[in-house]
T-cell receptor, first 110, second 114 residues
Framework: QQQVKQSPQSLIVQKGGIPIINCAYE??????FPWYQQFPGKGPALLIA?????SEKKEGRFTISFNKSAKQFSLHIMDSQPGDSATYFC?????????FGTGTSLTVIP | KAGVTQTPRYLIKTRGQQVTLSCSPI?????VSWYQQTPGQGLQFLFE???????NKGNFPGRFSGRQFSNSRSEMNVSTLELGDSALYLC?????????????FGPGTRLTVT
């Protein structure tokens, strides 16, 4: 049973575009929602994270939007660059156990 | 601060053998988690250790085991390897404090079972 559902599986955008990656969860016990970025041959790197008591968090060009009632959260990448081309994973956590989405492969075309 | 380190980075084993992977967490981090990453299943949680005790365990067979030492370094062991165990094994560390959940991953160990 997939605890966190992530979409789309892949995404192609032009440089400067705003890719949006969505995740949904069911378990209301989750209290921490991070996003990770992974480049080929590397481990996932923590990008940005949010807790359910806020609806939005921005760090640089990355924004998380969180909808607690809908049990959904999404990652927006403003002014995307070719260097943002990577796989992005959302996750949800409670009691220090993490559940990951299946990943979104993002390609930013120059 | 040095990041999470994992050794070895690459490993080739044959079916039936066993393997031990090692992880050194970020200095000061006391929690270490292990994950298996495959193209088909994504990132799957194996187990988490804190202060030498296993706190959480994922849905993997008993062939997968781990331990944590007093210096927070951790090892995971897979016995009787199967072809399906071929994967990237990731270790992540976090600082266990009140409300601190940030988890930092190492580069992984790529295990190939032939």
């Amino acid at each position: 049973q997939q605890q966190v559902k992530q979409s789309p599986q892949s995404l192609i955008v032009q440089k400067g575009g705003i890719p949006i990656i969505n995740c949904a969860y069911e378990n209301t016990a989750f209290d921490y929602f991070p996003w990770y970025q992974q480049f080929p041959g590397k481990g996932p790197a923590l990008l940005i994270a949010i807790r359910p008591d806020v609806s939005e968090k921005k760090e640089g060009r990355f924004t998380i939007s969180f909808n607690k009632s809908a049990k959904q959260f999404s990652l927006h990448i403003m002014d995307s660059q070719p260097g943002d081309s990577a796989t992005y994973f959302c996750a949800a956590s409670s009691s220090h156990q993490f559940y990951f989405g299946t990943g979104t492969s993002l390609t930013v075309i120059p | 601060k040095a990041g999470v380190t994992q050794t070895p980075r690459y490993l080739i084993k044959t079916r039936g053998q066993q393997v031990t992977l090692s992880c050194s967490p970020i200095s000061g981090h006391r929690s270490v988690s292990w994950y298996q990453q495959t193209p088909g299943q994504g990132l799957q949680f194996l187990f988490e250790y804190f202060s030498e005790t296993q706190r959480n365990k994922g849905n993997f067979p008993g062939r997968f085991s781990g331990r944590q030492f007093s210096n927070s370094r951790s090892e995971m062991n897979v016995s009787t390897l199967e072809l399906g165990d071929s994967a990237l094994y990731l270790c992540a560390s976090s600082s266990r404090g009140t409300g601190i959940y940030e988890q930092y991953f190492g580069p992984g160990t790529r295990l190939t079972v032939t």
